[in-house]
């Protein structure tokens, strides 16, 4: 399913993709396989507090193979060319408010961007993923101010900044029913607002190809992972169940992980 030269044109410009229903027809299946990850490790959501389990979809063979799906194959080739790699997954309860920060600082000089599926309807005002439109261009001064006022950190404070609350400031809401599936640049500035205790949401993250001068920045980022104690940079599940086409979007993340990329 490639993107269209208008989605095409809209996800640079703004950083953000809504495409309504695309998995409507498979939502019990996607949903009993991330309750079922939760199962298996033995893990309980307090209600309290976010809850996550990373990587994610890798330790589900049908959340793996998700990954060779048109819809989300396409999609990603689209924006990011047939080499990107793929670059990790988490399954998440969310508690509460989360506060405006962006997943990689808009300085990075790589592209990446993440697919989410919510597997519980939200709107507006119940948790719904909002975005700042344009937010994630790299050098533009637009960009550079909100960079400064969050910080990418969960410490960001707008009412300080700006003398509004975090609900208030200007952004567009991607409200969602299960079957969606959301996709946006991991420099757009994201926040979500007024959620309950429970809301469901898992992930899948990509990055393109590094090339040259840019495997420095894929060993930064595989360095956190490692700092952390993850074993490798996939799950089980993914690499047992993965044929050639979906091994080439994994084979640069092992090569450096053991070392053996220049």
């Given at each position: ?38 199962s298996a490790s033995g893990r309980q959501h307090d209600h309290k507090e976010r809850s996550m389990i990373a ?77 700042i439109p344009g937010s994630c261009h790299r050098g533009d001064g637009y960009t550079e101010a909100l960079d ?72 930064e980022l595989l360095k956190s992972r490692k700092e952390r104690g993850d074993e490798g940079p996939y799950g ?27």
């Open positions: 399913m490639k993107l269209t030269n208008q989605q095409l044109r809209f996800f640079e410009t703004f950083g953000f993709l809504k495409f309504p229903g695309l998995f409507k027809d498979d939502v019990d299946q996607v949903t009993e396989a991330f309750e079922g990850v939760w990587p994610f979809a890798d330790l589900s063979d049908y959340l793996s193979g998700l990954l060779d799906d048109d819809r989300v194959d396409g999609v990603v080739s689209s924006i990011l060319g047939d080499d990107y790699n793929y670059a990790g997954s988490d399954g998440d309860y969310y508690v509460g408010d989360t506060k405006w920060h962006s997943d990689h600082p808009a300085s990075a000089p790589y592209r990446s961007l993440k697919i989410a599926f919510y597997l519980d309807p939200v709107t507006r005002d119940t948790g719904c993923l909002r975005v400064e006022a969050v910080r990418v950190t969960a410490e960001s404070r707008p009412e300080e900044h700006w003398g509004v609350s975090g609900g208030e400031v200007p952004a567009y809401a991607i409200e969602s029913e299960p079957g969606d599936m959301l996709l946006f640049n991991h420099k757009t500035k994201h926040s979500s607002w007024g959620g309950g205790d429970r809301r469901r949401m898992f992930t899948y993250n990509f990055d393109q190809h590094f090339d040259g001068e840019m495997i420095g920045s894929l060993k089980e599940a993914m690499l047992r169940t993965a044929g050639p086409e979906r091994r080439r979007h994994l084979e640069q993340r092992l090569q450096v992980w053991e070392g053996s990329a220049a």
